[in-house]
């Protein structure tokens, strides 16, 4: 072997050792990169799992959560509808029983009353009739007096409509004038032979029992009319009509005189002005009205506007269960009312003070 030789053999064995250098450590570059996959994997299902149990405890929190306010719920729904049924018998009972303490207190003054009745018819001394009479005045303004009812100072007053009501009818100046309403209604009911519905104003004193003495005389009633109303423009200072259309805060007032007369009448009463909805119909019903009359909303909003009304009425009659309207009529009139001083001006007092 030559020199020359034997330099090619020892190079190509440095080149087969370096070879097998280069692959240990390539292998040994790839246990690693697979160590380090492994690794991130291991970790990568450790934070899954991780993620995993605190989204479950979370979850499950939710859930007992739930749970709880469900519960609560619950148990609220129960206790209102025990403290509903508690407060409505209370009521019931306190409707029933209301007046007893007032009529058993009452007896003493009866009794003061009835000794007195009998000692009159044998009575001679004037005087002495005259001081028991006194005594039971007395006591029967102690009694009023103790349960809050005190008297208005009215004589020698000047007439105030918050506070007073006129009970009786001024004289009319001229005889012709007595009755005159009256006479015309009779003159006409003697001409024809059809229904007289008689439409009037509420410019009357001692309204109620006029409105009474014209229901003797006519088959129907329509509280109120609406007279012309002028008004001035400033502007060009010239006359005009003011208020052609009824507003609907006008209905107040047929409302009021129609629960306080209904089922003291001897026709039909319709109501007038100031009825716009459906819930304005209803109102009137509720407070004793026989029909109801209509113009405004019509002119405002077309006859269409009488069905959509219709349509109110229904959907009412079947949220109550009603089968007819005399179900519900004059549900709400003074006749039927539980607190009868709510229809008189007198209420008026205690909107005064509460806005003060």
């Not at 410019?203 to 329509?222: M, T």
């Not at 002119?299 to 269960?321: A, D, T, W």
């Not at 009868?340 to 005064?352: D, E, G, I, L, T």
Request: hydrophobic share 35%; aromatic share 8%.
């Amino acid at each position: 072997m030559t020199n020359k030789d034997s330099h090619k053999e020892k190079n190509k064995n440095e080149e087969i050792k370096q070879t097998q250098e280069e692959l240990k450590k390539q292998e040994t570059s790839d246990k690693k990169s697979t160590s380090s996959k492994t690794a991130k994997k291991t970790k990568s299902k450790k934070n899954v799992s991780k993620t995993k149990h605190t989204c479950d405890e979370k979850l499950k929190e939710a859930k007992n959560k739930y749970n709880e306010l469900d519960d609560k719920y619950l148990r609220l729904v129960a206790e209102y509808d025990n403290y509903r049924k508690r407060t409505l018998k209370e009521r019931m009972e306190l409707i029933q029983t209301a007046g007893e303490e007032t009529l058993i207190n009452f007896l003493p003054i009866m009794d003061n009353i009835d000794r007195a009745k009998k000692s009159v018819d044998d009575a001679k001394d004037i005087e002495a009739i005259k001081e028991g009479i006194n005594l039971i005045y007395k006591h029967i303004f102690d009694f009023l007096t103790e349960r809050g009812i005190k008297e208005i100072k009215a004589v020698g007053e000047p007439f105030d409509t918050d506070l007073h009501e006129a009970l009786t009818k001024i004289p009319a100046p001229e005889e012709d004038l007595k009755g005159k309403v009256i006479d015309i209604i009779e003159k006409v009911k003697s001409q024809v032979k059809i229904p007289v519905s008689l439409k009037m104003s509420h410019y009357f004193s001692n309204l109620g029992r006029f409105i009474e003495r014209l229901s003797e005389k006519v088959d129907a009633l329509v509280l109120f009319n609406r007279f012309y109303s002028p008004d001035f423009d400033i502007d060009n200072e010239k006359l005009f009509a003011g208020h052609i259309y009824s507003s609907k805060f006008e209905m107040h007032i047929p409302l009021r005189w129609i629960a306080m007369t209904h089922g003291h009448l001897h026709s039909d009463i319709a109501a007038s002005t100031g009825i716009h909805s459906g819930a304005d119909v209803i109102k009137m019903l509720l407070a004793g009205a026989d029909a109801t009359e209509i113009v405004t909303t019509i002119y405002q909003h077309g006859p269409g506007k009488i069905k959509s009304m219709l349509v109110e009425l229904e959907n009412y009659m079947k949220k109550h269960n009603y089968n007819s309207i005399s179900d519900f009529k004059g549900k709400l009139s003074l006749k039927k009312s539980d607190n009868p001083s709510a229809f008189y001006r007198v209420q008026f007092m205690k909107y005064s003070d509460f806005e003060k």
